[in-house]
Nanobody, 121 residues
Framework: QVQLVESGGGLVQAGGSLRLSCVVT????????WGWFRQAPGKEREFVAT????????YTAEFAKGRFTISRDFAKNTVYLQMTSLKPEDTAVYYC??????????????WGQGTQVTVSS
């Protein structure tokens, strides 16, 4: 069983930065992509970014480009989301997931418990 454990969330002022981490307990060939999603109160969960743990290739949502960067440490089985220039509208629970890639929630089979990010104005 693959488990994902996020950390790094918290309260930050607008314009600040945070780095989220997600430890994946094991790599599996049916889930070669590790992604980040987020869900704001009253909204649907949305795609943020994803990375292939072998090649390091990434795909990032338009709203996140230029501000959010996904990366991974292959040896540590860890995926990161570096967030800069944070805005109040980035407030959400951020989830780490593992699956077959793309921006659809249905493509991801394993999910973490989420970490809260709150951006104050």
């Amino acid at each position: 069983q693959v488990q994902l454990v996020e950390s790094g969330g918290g309260l930050v002022q607008a314009g600040g930065s945070l780095r989220l981490s997600c430890v994946v307990t094991r790599r599996t060939v049916n889930a070669p992509f590790w992604g980040w999603f987020r869900q704001a109160p009253g909204k649907e969960r949305e795609f943020v970014a994803t990375i292939n743990w072998t090649s390091g290739g990434t795909y990032t949502a338009e709203f996140a480009k230029g501000r959010f960067t996904i990366s991974r440490d292959f040896a540590k089985n860890t995926v990161y989301l570096q967030m800069t220039s944070l805005k109040p509208e980035d407030t959400a629970v951020y989830y780490c997931a593992a699956g077959r890639g793309g921006d659809s929630l249905n493509n991801y089979y394993y999910w973490g418990q989420g970490t809260q990010v709150t951006v104050s104005s």
